[in-house]
């Protein structure tokens, strides 16, 4: 008899979804439990709501989880019912209610990375046929040369794009998978796939352009001004100076579309950083006594 599980996937679809357990699973991943699930085309991040759900529809074949995420489960019991009156009482989806309920660290839309085998290197530079003679495309090329430039570590899918700033799509990436000329797999700490955008000034800024040279730069834009003399005045926090482009959203709000016009002046430079896990998740929490 096959073992099944519902499962809360943050879609936003008015319902759960049943998956099976593979058989060589000693046992069924507990309540609250993160796993990866088979969504279509992607692999998404899902939290374990029931086992052996009775309204599962019968004789369909259902898809196999892919892997567990937690030891332990991320939602105990209290909040899992009380995503449930949530779901309810505001008529939300029950998978968008859990994905609110967890940090964000831990609800990736698509958890796979893809990186770029020895085959998939071969045919990206000599561009002749494969081995089954299939050709080497000009779509197939791009997303070869988008993974290329990750490096080995790869690149999560999410941020995966073609040269036109499109996502490929996953049957396509499915089928170069199937070619070997990727691998798609997924990495345990969910920490290195999350990067924020760090602002920091320039030798142009921290020298003091003249006024009317800023005028001309950044238009008559009071917003913009304000925000570079902030940023000018603000003291380095590390090495490599700056600010996380998150603590300027209170003061700022536009600060992307401020910043849009300001990279090539050039007053300020942009970066990609890894994103420092947020406090509130400690490794292990002392065990105390309640009050």
């Not at 060589?24 to 088979?38: D, H, I, K, M, S």
């Not at 105990?76 to 449930?84: F, G, I, P, V």
């Not at 998939?120 to 046929?129: D, K, N, S, V, Y």
Request: aromatic share 4%.
């Amino acid at each position: 008899m096959t073992r099944r599980v519902r499962v809360a996937v943050a879609v936003a679809l008015d319902r759960a979804f049943d998956y099976a357990v593979p058989p060589e699973w000693p046992q069924l991943p507990a309540r609250g439990t993160r796993v990866l699930v088979p969504f279509g085309a992607r692999v998404l991040v899902g939290v374990v709501l029931a086992h052996d759900p009775e309204t599962a529809d019968a004789g369909r074949e259902l898809r196999e989880l892919v892997d567990v995420l937690d030891d332990s489960p991320s939602l105990t019991d209290e909040l899992l019912a009380l995503c449930n009156w949530v779901s309810d009482y505001y008529v939300a989806p029950i998978g968008e209610v859990v994905r609110v309920a967890l940090p964000g660290l831990m609800t990736h839309a698509d958890a796979r990375v893809v990186t770029l085998t020895e085959t998939g290197r071969l045919a990206l530079e000599g561009g002749g046929p494969l081995l089954g003679g299939t050709d080497v495309t000009e779509a197939t090329r791009e997303v070869l040369a988008s993974v290329a430039g990750a490096g080995a570590a790869g690149v999560p899918i999410v941020k995966l794009t073609t040269s036109r700033g499109r996502r490929p799509p996953g049957r396509l990436l499915t089928e170069l998978q199937a070619d070997g000329l990727v691998e798609i797999g997924w990495r345990a700490d969910d920490d290195e796939l999350r990067t924020e955008t760090w602002v920091r000034r320039t030798d142009v800024l921290c020298e003091g352009a003249g006024e009317d040279e800023l005028q001309r730069l950044i238009g008559r834009s009071k917003q913009r001004r304000s925000l570079l003399d902030e940023l000018n005045g603000h003291p380095p926090v590390n090495d490599a100076g700056g600010l996380a482009m998150a603590d300027w959203r209170g003061p700022f709000p536009r600060v992307r579309e401020f910043l849009r016009r300001l990279p090539p002046a050039p007053l300020v430079g942009l970066a990609g950083r890894p994103k420092t896990p947020t406090p509130l998740r400690p490794a292990s929490p002392a065990p105390c006594r309640p009050p």
